[in-house]
């Protein structure tokens, strides 16, 4: 598990349906010292305790998905 070191704010988090109508969320952090939005997916047991637009951590889990690596949103918190 990767825990954010970086200054986030927690932007939002948006439910999607995929072309073959399987149902996903998305989570969007805004990175204040990068000045960039970043989106990841969401972990089916997300938990979210931040409220909106406030500065955020962020615990992610690596997942191997076929050749590369994808990155999960498992917890929103406080900062």
Do not use: W
């Not at 000045?35 to 969401?42: K, V």
């Not at 979210?48 to 498992?74: D, I």
């Amino acid at each position: 598990m990767f825990v954010s070191q970086g200054k986030f704010i927690f932007e939002k988090v948006e439910e999607k349906v995929s072309k073959q109508g399987n149902p996903f969320k998305l989570v969007h952090l805004i990175d204040t010292d990068n000045y960039q939005r970043l989106e990841f997916f969401a972990d089916e047991e997300l938990k979210v305790t931040a409220g909106l637009n406030s500065p955020c951590k962020v615990v992610l889990k690596a997942q191997k998905m076929g050749y590369s690596t994808s990155m999960n949103c498992l917890t929103v918190s406080p900062a």
